[in-house]
């Protein structure tokens, strides 16, 4: 089991930046990645990023891409969002996951390819 708790999570005005922070606990040997998604009221939840645990390789959204960066600290078992030029039209609950390590390739967009989620944190933009 893996046990993931985010913050960082509040209210800012469009154009702000944000950091958001996701600690890991419990079996974090196995990790094989890890990513954020966001989920807005009424839609579906989206991929925003990823990193791959062994070697720190970030991936992206085309959505977010440019303006959010994704990093992981191995010693802390922590994974950053650090989100720039907010819009309020990003208001939504923010969530990290984890992909644990089974042996082979696991692609890092889909929501069903993460193991463990944590319990999401709200960011609210306003206008």
């Known amino acids: 089991q893996v046990q993931l708790v985010e913050s960082g999570g509040g209210l800012v005005q469009a154009g702000d930046s944000l950091r958001l922070s996701c600690a890991a606990s419990?079996?974090?040997?196995?990790?094989?990645?890890m990513g954020w998604f966001r989920q807005a009221p009424g839609k579906e939840r989206e991929w925003l990023a990823g990193?791959?645990?062994?070697?720190?390789?970030?991936y992206y959204a085309d959505s977010v891409k440019g303006r959010f960066t994704i990093s992981r600290d191995k010693a802390k078992n922590t994974v950053y969002l650090q989100m720039n030029s907010l819009k309020p039209e990003e208001t939504a609950v923010y969530y990290c996951a984890v992909q644990r390590d089974i042996g082979y390739y696991r692609p890092i967009s889909p929501a069903n390819e993460y193991d463990y989620w944590g319990q999401g944190t709200q960011v609210t933009v306003s206008s």
């Open positions: 990193v791959s645990w062994s070697d720190g390789n970030a």
């Open positions: 419990g079996r974090t040997f196995s990790l094989y990645a």
